[in-house]
C-alpha cells in the first residue's frame, strides 16, 4: 500500500520548534498571523489560590473574574487566573472572550469610538486584586452584515487582555456564540446566519485587533468567489474541506461560479500522484530542484530552486539570479534547518544538473554525512516530487498573475505567493492536513488572506511628507512579507514597495488592469517544458530572449521549445535545422 496515510509508523505529528526567521530567509513564513504569538505556548500551570473563607456554592458561582462589583473576597478562576499571572505574552490588541466576565474591558481607551466617563472605580478580578476603572466608551466590531456592539467599555490600564463579555455581548447583540475545538462562531439568535467566524489556535479564545485601519479586524462572511481568489484558485476538494470546517466562511458551500484564470492556467493539470517514498520525520527527505525562466523578473531573477520536505510537504522557494547561487543557498538551508529545528537533513534528491552534481555538493555531503540521491539521467521521473511542484507552483502563477493583469515580470512576487499559499492549503497527499500543521503543529489561519494584486491602501502616517499629505495612496497588494506581520504593497504613482500591518483593500479592483493588458499567451512561459527527447548543447552564441514558442518537427517527431535565440534574421525554425542538422 503506498499510500502514505495508511502507514502506521508515521507519526502524527513532529515536535515543532519556534518559528523565527532570519533575514536572509527569501521564502514566505508558514503563517505569520497565529491568534497565538509564539509557538509552542508555555504551558500554564494554575497559581496556588490564596485561602478563601467558606462560602455557599451559590455565592461562589456568582463570582466571576472580571466584574462590576462592591468588594467581595473573590475565588479566581482559571482563566481569570491566566490574565493576571501568566506572562508568557505581554499585552496585546486583540480582544479575548471571556465567559466569566460580566463587562468588556480594555486596557487601550484608542479602543473606544465614543470614550466617556463612568461612576464605576474599580473592578475585581478572580484573583481578588482590584484593578482601576478610568472611564468607559463604546465600540463596535465589523461582520458580514451588521456592526456588532462593544457597549460600556471599562478602561482599565492594569488589565492585561481586553476582554469580551460573552453575556453581555450575546444580549447586547441578539447573537449566539458557538465555542469549539478550532475557535468561535457568531451567528445571528434569531436567523442563525453567521455573521463571522475566527479561528483560534491558542489557549484562549482570541478575536484580532478592532482597529479602524485593519482590514482583518473580524473575519466576515465573502463571497466564495473572493475567497477562492484569496486562496489562490484551489480546486474543489481544498475549498469544500475549509469550508466544512469553518476555517473560511462562504456564502456559498460550493464554488459556482466560472473563474477565466483557472481556466487559463489549469486546463491541462494532471493528477498529483500518490506518494511512494515513505518518510517518517520532516527531513528525512528533501527534493530539489531548479527551474529556470525565460523572462527575467523585475527584481533581476531568472531562476529559482524549489525545496519540497517529503513528510510534511513544506516548501520552500529561492530566487536565484544565477545558477552558480544553488550551493550557497543550499548551505544556508541546511543550516537553518540545524538551528531551527535541531535537525539534520539525511537524504537529498536532485537531478543530474551540473548545478548539483559539483564538488561543492560533493564535498559538502562527505563533510555532513548528508547523502545524495540522483535521478538517473533523462529519467525525470525519478525527480518527480520536485518537478510536480514546480509544476504546481507554475500552475498557481498562471492564476495569479492574469487574474491581476500583473506584467509577466512579476512572476517572483506571484511565486513567493503561491509557496506561501501552498504551506497553508491543506492537501490530500497528506490527508487533508496543511504542510504548516505539520511541521509546526499549528493551524495556519486564513483571515488575514486578500486578493493577489488588488487595489490596496496602506496607512502612511508616519513617513508622509507633511501634515496635509494624503495618509495613504493606491497601491497593489503583492504578497505576505517574510519576517513581517503586514502585506507587500506598490505604490502605483511611485513604484515603491511599502511593507504596512495597516491596509484596506479593495478587493474588486486591480489597478494594473488599467495600464497592462495581457495577450492570451502572455503567460504560457509558465507552462512545463516539453519533456526533452534528446539532451542537446546550444551553441554558445544563443542568448537573445524571444516569446518563447514550441515548433514541432513531425518527420522526426520532436518538440522544441525556443526561450532564447541569436536568430540572425534567420526564423528559428530555419536556425534550428541549420545547428542541429535536422
Ligand atoms: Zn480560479
Redesign the pocket.
Known amino acids: 500500500m503506498s499510500n502514505r496515510s495508511h502507514n502506521p509508523t508515521r507519526p502524527n505529528f513532529w515536535p515543532p520548534t519556534p518559528p523565527y526567521w532570519p533575514p536572509w530567509w527569501t521564502s514566505a513564513p508558514p503563517c505569520p498571523y497565529p491568534t497565538n504569538p509564539g509557538w509552542p505556548p508555555t504551558p500554564w500551570t494554575p497559581p496556588q489560590r490564596p485561602p478563601t473563607p467558606s462560602r455557599s456554592t451559590h455565592a461562589a458561582a456568582e463570582d466571576q473574574q472580571a466584574h462590576l462589583t462592591d468588594y467581595n473576597p473573590l475565588e479566581p478562576t482559571d482563566i481569570a487566573a491566566a490574565f493576571q499571572t501568566m506572562t508568557m505574552d505581554v499585552p496585546d490588541d486583540n480582544w479575548y472572550m471571556d465567559s466569566g466576565a460580566t463587562s468588556h474591558l480594555s486596557s487601550d481607551a484608542g479602543k473606544f469610538t465614543s470614550p466617556c466617563a463612568t461612576s464605576i472605580n474599580l473592578v475585581y478580578v478572580g484573583n481578588g486584586n482590584r484593578v482601576p476603572v478610568l472611564g468607559s466608551g463604546h465600540t463596535t466590531l465589523p461582520s458580514s452584515s451588521r456592526p456588532l456592539l462593544l457597549n460600556n467599555i471599562l478602561h482599565t490600564p492594569h488589565i492585561l487582555k481586553n476582554l469580551i463579555s460573552v453575556r453581555k455581548f450575546t444580549s447586547d447583540n441578539c447573537v449566539s456564540v458557538t465555542f469549539d475545538s478550532f475557535g468561535f462562531s457568531v451567528k445571528d439568535y434569531k436567523t442563525g446566519k453567521l455573521l463571522s467566524r475566527h479561528n483560534s489556535t491558542g489557549p484562549l479564545y482570541s478575536l484580532t485587533s478592532t482597529s479602524p485601519t485593519s482590514a482583518s479586524a473580524f473575519l466576515s462572511t465573502s463571497k466564495s468567489e473572493t475567497w477562492?481568489y484569496r486562496l489562490g484558485?484551489p480546486g474543489s476538494p481544498v475549498f469544500d474541506f475549509l469550508v466544512s470546517r469553518n476555517f473560511i466562511s462562504c456564502n456559498k458551500a460550493k464554488q459556482s461560479f466560472f473563474?477565466h484564470?483557472?481556466q487559463l492556467a489549469k486546463h491541462k493539470r494532471l493528477p498529483f500522484e500518490e506518494s511512494t517514498s515513505i518518510t517518517l520525520q520532516p527531513f528525512d527527505l528533501l527534493h530539489c530542484d531548479l527551474w529556470t525562466s525565460p523572462l527575467l523578473s523585475k527584481t533581476g531573477y531568472k531562476y529559482y530552486m524549489v525545496l519540497l520536505d517529503d513528510y510534511t510537504h513544506f516548501t520552500w522557494i529561492f530566487p536565484l539570479k544565477f545558477k552558480s547561487e544553488t550551493f550557497s543557498k543550499f548551505q544556508q538551508f541546511h543550516k537553518y534547518i540545524q538551528t531551527q529545528f535541531n535537525k539534520s537533513i539525511k537524504c537529498f534528491q536532485c537531478d543530474m544538473g551540473g548545478e548539483f552534481d559539483n564538488t561543492h555538493f560533493k564535498s559538502f555531503a562527505n563533510k555532513t554525512g548528508l547523502q545524495f540521491r540522483f535521478s538517473c539521467p533523462q529519467t525525470s521521473q525519478q525527480n518527480g516530487k520536485s518537478e510536480r511542484m514546480i509544476r504546481r507552483l507554475n500552475d498557481l502563477m498562471m492564476?495569479l498573475l492574469p487574474h491581476a493583469s500583473l506584467p509577466p515580470s512579476y512572476w517572483v512576487e506571484a511565486l513567493h505567493t503561491a509557496a506561501y499559499l501552498h504551506n497553508i492549503l491543506p492537501s490530500k497527499l497528506i490527508n487533508f492536513h496543511t504542510p504548516t500543521t505539520l511541521l509546526y503543529h499549528k493551524q495556519p489561519s486564513y483571515s488575514h488572506l486578500r486578493t493577489f494584486g488588488c487595489g490596496c491602501y496602506p496607512n502612511q502616517n508616519a513617513t508622509r511628507p507633511h501634515k496635509v499629505a494624503p495618509r495613504s495612496t493606491l497601491c497593489i497588494f503583492l504578497g505576505y512579507p517574510p519576517n513581517f506581520r503586514g502585506y507587500r504593497c506598490l505604490e502605483v504613482a511611485t513604484g515603491k514597495v511599502f511593507l504596512s500591518r495597516h491596509v484596506t483593500f479593495d478587493e474588486s479592483t486591480f489597478p494594473f488592469s488599467k495600464s497592462y493588458k495581457p495577450t492570451q499567451n502572455t503567460y504560457t512561459f509558465l507552462e512545463p517544458d516539453p519533456s526533452p527527447l534528446f539532451n542537446f548543447h546550444p551553441p554558445s552564441t544563443i542568448h537573445t530572449p524571444v516569446q518563447p514558442q514550441e515548433i514541432y518537427f513531425p518527420s522526426l517527431r520532436i518538440l522544441l521549445c525556443i526561450y532564447s535565440i541569436d536568430i540572425n534574421e534567420k526564423s528559428p525554425r530555419e536556425f534550428i535545422i541549420q545547428h542541429y542538422h535536422l
Open positions: 477562492h484558485h473563474c484564470s483557472c492564476s
